[in-house]
T-cell receptor, first 111, second 113 residues
Framework: GNSVTQMEGPVTLSEEAFLTINCTYT??????LFWYVQYPGEGLQLLLK?????DKGSNKGFEATYRKETTSFHLEKGSVQVSDSAVYFC??????????FGTGTRLLVSP | DAGVIQSPRHEVTEMGQEVTLRCKPI?????LFWYRQTMMRGLELLIY????????DSGMPEDRFSAKMPNASFSTLKIQPSEPRDSAVYFC???????????FGQGTRLTVV
């Protein structure tokens, strides 16, 4: 079946550090891939997405590249801020409108 | 558009009581999803609708849970009778079509005591 595996958190970084959150997937067909972010007390918000192999999604300084050969969609940011502290979810959609989410990775950024 | 609107934001109820969670999706979004989030199980899809019709309810945990979508602008998730293990944050989300993002409401935090 379809599944998403994310690195376990929490990921603890100092402000301005480089961020990588790993995400790999298993899917039939050609899924679209997403990163969602959840701030405390709120629902999930789309951060970025990629719909086909080699696409790069980017938003607010975050980037992720759809790598079909390694079935990965790692999230990166060059310099994190305290305000980036949140839970990040990797997800895929194979076209049956069932988003499959990973377990989420909590990011904690300290000043 | 105000986004996905859920009510109530918080609900505390006693075991055995009926609980109804409400959702108003974004106008024109044909897909509606109900998710449950807990620390232990993460984010689980309970049920989703397309054009008001339930498509997949395989995630509904048991018969105590039911969901309806009487029209394009309103959906409910009902738990009857509620149990302490139902305590979680319940999210409603919607999307326009295949390959488009899902928009989430702010969730309803349910506590069953």
């Amino acid at each position: 079946g379809n599944s998403v595996t994310q690195m376990e958190g929490p990921v603890t970084l100092s402000e301005e550090a480089f961020l990588t959150i790993n995400c790999t997937y298993t899917a039939t067909g050609y899924p679209s891939l997403f990163w969602y972010v959840q701030y405390p007390g709120e629902g999930l918000q789309l951060l970025l997405k990629a719909t086909k192999a080699d696409d790069k999604g980017s938003n607010k300084g975050f980037e992720a590249t759809y790598r079909k050969e390694t079935t990965s969609f790692h999230l990166e940011k060059g310099s994190v801020q305290v305000s980036d502290s949140a839970v990040y979810f990797c997800a895929l959609n194979t076209g049956f409108q069932k988003l499959v989410f990973g377990t989420g990775t909590r990011l904690l950024v300290s000043p | 558009d105000a986004g996905v609107i859920q009510s109530p934001r918080h609900e505390v109820t006693e075991m055995g009581q009926e609980v109804t969670l409400r959702c108003k999706p974004i106008s024109g979004h044909d897909y509606l999803f109900w998710y449950r989030q807990t620390m232990m199980r993460g984010l689980e899809l309970l049920i989703y609708f397309n054009n008001n019709v339930p498509i997949d309810d395989s995630g509904m945990p048991e018969d105590r849970f039911s969901a309806k979508m009487p029209n394009a602008s309103f959906s409910t998730l009902k738990i009857q009778p509620s149990e302490p293990r139902d305590s979680a944050v319940y999210f409603c989300a919607c999307s326009q079509s295949w390959n488009t993002e899902a928009f989430f409401g702010q969730g309803t935090r349910l506590t069953v005591v």
